[in-house]
């Protein structure tokens, strides 16, 4: 390709592409969770999206020629990622706990509210917007599409360089404060795949940050009337932007997808169980079954109504057999997560050979097995548990209990 821009158009469509896919992706997610964040993101990435692809040269000429405004397309671009920023700035305070609860006095940490933090973002960034436009129209530009130099070519105009640092400035506090927020998350959490997202958004908030100082010097340069950081401005910022773009959505989206697919891994692990469990008393199961992709209602759903058919079971599960599993499991060394998932599954086993032969057990297990474990620890117990219902050590242990 002979003309720069033919380069940056594919690269600011491609970036485009991945964004606008991202801001689809998390408002699939908030139609299914109605999660206040999710809805944030997508209208955070739509914003962004929607700035590089106005950004992209061939389609920045077509606004200004459309609308008989020279250099239109800036503002469009400016505003749409400072929009964006705002929903960062949201998102970075929802994500960053008060060092004090509001009462004081050393109570615990609390997040910041939604409410809150649109109280405390909306007003600035609306104002930032509101000025930005009124500077870029009082500019007086002259005709002649500049989509790669707009900032080093017009910096010298008083009304364009104020346009420029109050973008700079809304731009510059979001990005690095998500990236302040995300370090300081990464000391509290352990899980590694949370942990990978966080990294990603580090990196990739920091690229697009670069691309902001790159910016930054580059239009002080073109102010003292120095061409030679020009560079900064057309090349590097904007790799640095489109980089970080990329790296910052798969960061938003890489915890959410290993989750998503965890829970419809977690709600087929509960399948079995589900259907073994519920013979019982089928009227535990509160409709037909599940459609969808919402697996997190799903396998919250299968959780309970397992919950409601061990307890119909209570009867007929047999102390004897859940005394046989925890002399074995003691035998065999088996952790103690373990050892309560085949204690369990032993029980259910058993209460359902008891229930089919109509004997119920000489001495009704007093506890059923791991209905001390916690709420958050529920699930994974329960999955535990259906891949336990095969296990070849109920066999053992329920003719051991027969003894």
Known sequence: ????????????????????????????????????SLLLMAVGA??????????????YRRIGEA???????????????????GCILVLALLWSPRRLAAGGGGQPATGTGMRDALRRVLPGYGTAIAVMTALFLSADLPPGERPLTFDTTFADRPPVLAFLLVYQAAFGVALWSMVSVCCR???DVHDPILRSSLRL?????????????????????????????DTLSTDVGPALASLGGVITSAGWTRA???????????FYALETLWTTVTQADPGVILHGPPSG????????????EIRDGQLALRPWTSQHIVNATRRLTEKHGLAARDRDALAAAAGIRGALEA????RPPRQPCERLPGTDVPPQGERGHLVAVARQLDSPLIDRILAEAEK
Request: charged share 15%.
């Open 185 to 187: 998350r990464l000391k």
């Open 67 to 85: 609308s008989g405004v020279p250099q239109l397309a800036t503002l469009v671009v400016y505003t749409g990622i400072t929009a964006c920023c």
């Open 293 to 304: 992709s919402a697996w997190e209602f799903h396998a919250l759903r299968r959780t309970h």
């Open 201 to 229: 958004l580090v990196i990739g908030c920091v690229c697009v940050g670069s691309y902001g100082v790159c910016k930054v010097l580059a239009i002080f340069g073109a102010v003292l009337g120095s061409d030679t950081l």
């Open 256 to 266: 959410a997808v290993r989750a998503r697919r965890r829970r419809r891994r977690d």
């Open 46 to 59: 739509l914003f962004a999206g929607t700035g590089f692809l106005a950004a992209a040269p061939t389609v």
């Open 355 to 358: 229930l089919r032969s109509g």
């Open 1 to 36: 390709m002979s003309d720069p821009g033919d380069i940056h158009t594919l690269g600011y469509f491609a970036v485009g592409a991945v964004i606008y896919g991202l801001a689809a992706y998390k408002a699939l997610a908030w139609a299914v969770e109605r999660i206040p």
